[in-house]
């Protein structure tokens, strides 16, 4: 049915335009090379139609319909598939739908071609063209300077700088040939006859630079209208240096030790794409990433870089290698600046006792490199002073500033030590914890050990009330008459001879430059001398009791290392015996078993000889002996008086 339309079609076609033909149109003559494909342009290719009823219609010799555009079909771009179609693209290049493309021409197909447009507010308009056939021209041939054929696609690579020369050779067997070069697509030579019947172009370029990179050169070699030209391409290859070798860090030189951070090196313009090492002073790292962009115009290399302090100032250095440039150096670098933000070197809160209205002075130590710019001190008011910074002697990387003001009420609280340099303000501060000042608390004081004529007191102190303190000791007779009155910082005392006939008191109290705390008495006057027994008991283990102890602790060990032994050598014993045993027998899974001397069902409690010993269970359990005591008897049953057993049982440590 389909068919019959298209045919009914045809039909009406031929008899619209049979009027048509009898008028008169300037023919253009056009030539197409044989065996090659051919597009006859309508109207030389700029014909619009103005409408959705407009339409363009192809005939042959006046009698032959070829093809309607548009037509129910123009979807798929095909109405006869073995010779003529329409097409929008093909082969990366766009032609108007209007023309008419004719596959592989032969003879048969030169003659004449009509156009008509039909028009829909316009009237209509007829295109003739002559179609004639020639012969093809010949393939190009490309050569270089030296005459040598090129046959790879590509020459070179070249050098900057370096001369290039490129010639083309047609054999020139048809009129009218023409024979040119196109660089990227723009024509830039033409050619002349070098000898008979031989056409010949030539391109030379002198001192390459980065433009020739890729550079697409064709010859051409074309003698007809309607026909694609004969070509033959080369493009040209170059080692290129780098255009720029570059790392890139923002302008920020400074690297805080042991903190990772990315650094890329980027080098541009580079060919092939170059391999990148990277430099610490006399160290070689190791890249983390390397990447190419941009079609190798662009290769990145990315270092993930945490130094020490002992990199500080030392160059960080990114070099680019072309193994085809072997005696450059492509290279950049720069000097790092390596430190950290300063660091308090106390961790615990320390406690400040203010008294209002007097001076107080405080010192912050932090370890920071470089240098702290300043220090910032914040009260619990939020308060802030400034102070400058002092280098302590003796520390390279140690600072200090001392803040001296006069309290107020309003100071009572945290007060917070912060310094800062370039790399930033202190993340934790130092801590200080301001309370009300004044005399210390009394000291806390006992008695460690009495000897004859002697006393030995050990004081804790309390709190110092913000000032350095002292803690005394004074010992009174019955009749609170002082016979030693002693005073130490840290509160250890050590009195040799003491009248030990007499009631004797202790008072001990702590003082500052803000008062005097309140007074401990200690009653001592029951306290004797101690007899040589005594005083050789209270002074703990003698020598040989200290040997004693070490030795029965190398026997206990020595036992155990034997004990350990047997073990390991019974179980090997054991295993081997097991391996050769006849009473080991294969199970129908393949494994082995031994098979047992009784039945499970036999075995219950009480018809076995060995039982647990129903006593206290190890009641010796956390004896010094290194085997536990728990026992396991033989010959007991678990149901027997305890007189049925012997005293002479055997005992298996368990």
Not at 262 to 268: S, T, Y
Request: one cysteine or more; aromatic letters at 6%.
């Amino acid at each position: 049915m389909q068919h019959q339309k298209m045919l009914l079609r045809c039909i009406f076609y031929v008899l619209v335009m049979k009027d048509a033909l009898s008028l008169d149109a300037e023919v253009t003559v056009l030539r197409a090379v044989r065996g090659r494909d051919a597009r006859l342009p309508c109207g030389q290719g700029k014909v619009f139609l103005d409408g959705p009823d407009s339409y363009v219609l192809w005939l042959k010799n006046d009698r032959d319909f070829l093809y309607r555009f548009p037509n129910e079909e123009s979807e798929r771009r095909v109405m006869n598939r073995d010779r003529i179609f329409g097409t929008t693209c093909e082969g990366g290049t766009c032609h108007d739908d209007t023309s008419l493309l004719i596959k592989r021409a032969a003879n048969k197909d030169g003659g004449l071609y009509r156009c008509r447009v039909h028009y829909q507010a316009s009237p209509s308009v007829d295109y003739v063209i002559d179609m004639r056939l020639v012969d093809s021209p010949g393939m190009p041939r490309l050569f270089d300077g030296e005459g040598d054929e090129i046959n790879k696609g590509y020459v070179g690579p070249l050098s900057l700088g370096a001369d290039l020369t490129l010639i083309c050779e047609v054999d020139d067997q048809q009129p009218d040939t023409l024979v040119y070069w196109r660089r990227n697509g723009v024509m830039i030579e033409r050619a002349h006859s070098a000898r008979p019947r031989v056409l010949r172009a030539e391109v030379h370029a002198r001192n390459l630079t980065r433009n020739e990179l890729d550079a697409h050169y064709e010859c051409l070699a074309q003698n007809a209208d309607v026909s694609e030209p004969l070509s033959a391409t080369v493009v040209v290859k170059m080692y290129l240096p780098p255009m720029s070798v570059e790392i890139r860090l923002n302008n920020n030189l400074d690297f805080e030790a042991g903190q990772p951070r990315v650094v890329d090196c980027v080098v541009i313009g580079c060919v092939p794409p170059p391999s990148i090492t990277w430099h610490l002073g006399e160290t070689m790292l190791r890249p983390s990433v390397h990447k190419e962009l941009h079609d190798g115009n662009y290769t990145v290399s990315s270092l993930t870089l945490a130094p020490s302090l002992r990199d500080n100032k030392n160059k960080l250095v990114c070099r680019a290698h072309n193994s085809h440039l072997p005696d450059s150096v492509f290279q950049d670098n720069v000097t790092l600046n390596v430190g950290y933000r300063p660091i308090c070197l106390t961790t615990r809160e320390e406690t400040i006792g203010a008294v209002t209205r007097e001076a107080e002075t405080l010192t912050c130590v932090v370890e920071a490199s470089p240098e702290p710019l300043q220090f910032s001190w914040t009260f619990a008011d939020s308060k802030t002073l400034y102070t400058s910074v002092s280098k302590v002697p003796g520390h390279h990387h140690r600072y200090a500033s001392t803040l001296t003001w006069l309290a107020r009420d309003g100071d009572i609280g945290l007060l917070l030590c912060r310094a800062t340099n370039s790399f930033g303000e202190q993340k934790k501060p130092c801590t200080y914890t301001i309370s009300p000042g004044g005399p210390p608390n009394a000291p806390d004081c006992i008695v460690l050990r009495s000897y004859p004529n002697a006393l030995r007191v050990q004081c804790k102190k309390g709190w110092d009330g913000g000032r350095p303190q002292k803690v005394h000791l004074e010992v009174l007779d019955e009749d609170g008459i002082p016979l030693h009155n002693v005073s130490d910082p840290a509160g250890h005392f050590h009195l040799p001879n003491i009248e030990d006939d007499r009631n004797l008191t202790a008072v001990t109290y702590a003082t500052n430059d803000r008062g005097r705390s309140e007074a401990k008495t200690i009653y001592l006057q029951n306290m004797k001398p101690l007899s040589a027994s005594a005083v050789t008991e209270d002074s703990g283990m003698t020598a040989w009791e200290t040997w004693a102890e070490a030795a029965a602790v190398c026997v206990a060990l020595g036992i155990a290392t034997t004990a350990i032994t047997l073990c390991i050598k019974i179980l090997r014993v054991r295993r081997r015996n097991a391996e050769l045993n006849p009473d080991i027998v294969p199970r129908p899974d393949g494994s082995f078993h031994r098979e047992p001397d009784f039945l499970r069902e036999e075995r219950v409690l009480g018809t076995t000889n060995i039982t647990v010993n129903q006593l206290a269970s190890c009641q010796n359990q956390y004896s010094a002996s290194p085997v536990p005591s728990c026992r396991v008897l033989v010959g007991c049953g678990s149901h027997s008086p305890p007189d049925a057993c012997p005293s002479t049982q055997h005992s298996y440590y368990v």
